[in-house]
């Protein structure tokens, strides 16, 4: 199975998508350029993939999921705008591009990233016409759970917290970036699974993959930002050091950090141990990229 390829088509099927997906909305023409300039910048699109494959795995094909798919990385980019601000990370520089407050302003940015989050949720809801209405609302429950306070939005509140503070230890950093970026890509997993109307143990198992692989990227991340280029990663390399940032790197070192990313992995793989189709060798095949890029 050639996976890169495979994860390409899947990919290039949501930047279809989503190159019209706020068009004919009454959007603000100056708005809608800051937040198509986002969301259209490129990137793996690893969440809505992981939501559609997952579907796939019981049964969901693509065009019926798609639009909750979608609006996953609506709020993956509303994300990364949020995270650029001067109030935030400061960052210049997004996926090789100024940052959206660097191309536009920073009123315009905060107003970007808020159109995004809001009209992604109206975006999952429109499954509805396809998909049972219990299924979409809780996929809806669990991914605003995943985005907000105790998810996302937490985590980041976190990350600013523990930015040049002493001892922070490796339990509080798993458990922060288990908010920050675990638990979107979680819940892209589980989503997939309880709109395809997944029975709980197949559900909870699409989850666990999920942890494994959220947890296993964010480590190859912190990985990347040490050893990576400034053209490979799109943006400044070692931006978390100069920032002062607890990383796994920082703790445990390289070498330590390439093997903890690779038990993560390997517990994800474990978790669709039961499953032998296609879609589930696709998820297997996406674990093992992740890790990958740092091996």
């Not at 690893?46 to 796939?56: E, G, H």
């Not at 931006?239 to 992995?265: E, F």
């Given at each position: 199975?050639?996976?890169?390829?495979?994860?390409?088509?899947?990919?290039?099927?949501?930047?279809?998508?989503?190159?019209?997906?706020?068009?004919?909305?009454?959007?603000?023409?100056?708005?809608?350029?800051?937040?198509?300039?986002?969301?259209?910048?490129?990137?793996?699109?690893?969440?809505?993939?992981?939501?559609?494959?997952?579907?796939?795995?019981?049964?969901?094909?693509?065009?019926?999921?798609?639009?909750?798919?979608?609006?996953?990385?609506?709020?993956?980019?509303?994300?990364?705008?949020?995270?650029?601000?001067?109030?935030?990370?400061?960052?210049?520089?997004?996926?090789g591009k100024p940052s959206n407050h660097k191309q536009f302003d920073e009123a315009t940015a905060i107003l970007a990233g808020d159109g995004l989050l809001?009209?992604?949720?109206?975006?999952?809801?429109?499954?509805?016409?396809?998909?049972?209405?219990?299924?979409?609302?809780?996929?809806?429950?669990?991914?605003?759970?995943?985005?907000?306070?105790?998810?996302?939005?937490?985590?980041?509140?976190?990350?600013?917290?523990?930015?040049?503070?002493?001892?922070?230890?490796?339990?509080?950093?798993?458990?922060?970036?288990?908010?920050?970026?675990?638990?979107?890509?979680?819940?892209?997993c589980e989503c997939g699974a309880v709109l395809a109307g997944a029975d709980e143990r197949r559900i909870a198992s699409l989850a666990a993959y999920g942890?494994?692989?959220?947890?296993?990227?964010?480590?190859?991340?912190?990985?990347?930002?040490?050893?990576?280029?400034?053209?490979?990663?799109?943006?400044?390399?070692?931006?978390?050091?100069?920032?002062?940032?607890?990383?796994?790197?920082?703790?445990?070192?390289?070498?330590?950090?390439?093997?903890?990313?690779?038990?993560?992995?390997?517990?994800?793989?474990?978790?669709?141990?039961?499953?032998?189709?296609?879609?589930?060798?696709?998820?297997?095949?996406?674990?093992?990229?992740?890790?990958?890029?740092?091996s």
């Open positions: 199975m050639d996976i890169t390829a495979l994860l390409q088509d899947e990919a290039i099927a949501v930047e279809h998508w989503l190159a019209g997906a706020l068009r004919n909305k009454d959007v603000p023409p100056g708005l809608l350029a800051a937040m198509e300039y986002s969301l259209l910048a490129g990137g793996k699109r690893i969440r809505p993939v992981l939501c559609l494959i997952s579907a796939r795995l019981f049964g969901l094909e693509r065009d019926a999921v798609m639009p909750f798919a979608g609006a996953l990385e609506c709020i993956h980019t509303y994300s990364l705008i949020h995270d650029d601000l001067p109030a935030m990370d400061n960052d210049d520089l997004r996926r809001t009209d992604a949720f109206a975006l999952m809801a429109s499954v509805h016409t396809r998909i049972p209405a219990d299924r979409v609302l809780r996929a809806i429950g669990l991914t605003a759970r995943a985005a907000g306070s105790p998810g996302m939005v937490g985590g980041q509140f976190l990350d600013m917290q523990y930015t040049a503070r002493q001892g922070v230890d490796l339990e509080e950093l798993a458990a922060m970036h288990a908010m920050k970026t675990g638990a979107l890509l979680c819940a892209a942890k494994g692989i959220g947890a296993a990227f964010q480590i190859t991340d912190d990985i990347l930002d040490e050893t990576g280029t400034e053209a490979d990663l799109g943006k400044p390399a070692g931006s978390d050091a100069a920032r002062k940032k607890n990383t796994y790197p920082s703790l445990l070192g390289l070498d330590k950090s390439r093997a903890a990313a690779h038990v993560h992995i390997d517990m994800a793989v474990q978790a669709l141990a039961a499953y032998d189709a296609p879609s589930a060798d696709l998820l297997r095949g996406l674990a093992v990229y992740i890790v990958n890029r740092v």
